[in-house]
């Protein structure tokens, strides 16, 4: 397991909730766009959300939280954000939705401060064949250097019918962008063997598609330097 990191410097209030609005009014969308220096490599996500730009976090949150159903695995999951969200998002929900949403888990490696299921790698997950209706890997694919057994895993505990969600940014981008990302989180742990700074979408296909997922549905965000990725499980 990764060295634990300072969780008073990570840990942060989750994204307010006009940056998860979509879509964006016209006025947002200009003021992000005049604002993308600050929003895309000199401030981090809070800060940018202090001065109203839309942070990547919150691109990344409002394009997966759509996706999600059921009970949720967010591998990767870091403060548990997204289950977070999600659970608010689906409080009240009647048919038994809110009680599996309230049943959704966050997994990291790192104990990053946001009652996550903390495991020592992604080879093997501690849950049963099945449990899960949604599994999500946002913006993490790139630092699990076992990702193609955490894919293998992924598909396993999904239930047939269920979904894979994930996001990615490509490599280009991920390497220069983790250089001059001086709040990124890879700056507050260890950096493992094997982990690489963004993947290129072709190799993200490649890795969803070997471990059985079907249906890949692929969408770009945030000036298409991000791609969302959803794929089902069918048996």
């Known amino acids: 397991m990764a060295n634990a990191p300072d969780v008073k410097v ?7 909730a006009w940056s998860l609005r979509r879509p964006k009014s016209a006025v947002q969308e200009a003021y992000d766009l005049i604002g993308a220096p600050l929003r895309m490599a000199l401030l981090p996500d809070h800060l940018n959300e202090k001065l109203h730009l839309t ?51 966050g997994l990291d490696v790192v104990d990053w401060g946001g009652a ?14 099945a449990s899960f209706d949604t599994v999500t890997f946002v913006a993490c694919l790139n ?41 990124s989180e890879d700056k507050h742990r260890e950096v493992q ?5 963004g993947m290129d979408p072709r190799d993200v296909r490649e890795l969803i598609a070997g471990a059985g997922f079907t249906g890949l549905v692929e969408r770009r965000f945030v000036y298409g330097l991000n791609h969302l990725f959803v794929a089902g499980r069918t048996a």
């Open 10 to 16: 990570m840990f942060r209030n989750d994204p307010p």
């Open 55 to 105: 942070s990547l976090r919150a691109e990344r949150l409002s394009m997966v939280l759509p996706e999600l159903s059921g009970r949720v695995l967010d591998i990767g999951a870091g403060d548990n954000m997204l289950v977070r969200l999600y659970r608010q998002k689906m409080a009240g929900a009647t048919g038994g939705a809110a009680e599996k949403a309230a049943a959704s888990v």
């Open 116 to 129: 996550c299921t903390i495991v020592p790698d992604c080879r093997r997950l501690p849950f049963e064949d």
């Open 143 to 183: 630092h699990i250097p076992e990702r193609r057994e955490a894919m293998a895993e992924a598909y396993r505990v999904l239930r047939p019918g269920g979904r894979l969600v994930a996001t990615m940014i490509g490599k280009l981008v991920g390497d220069v962008g983790h250089a001059i990302w001086w709040y």
């Open 193 to 197: 063997a094997g982990e690489v700074m």
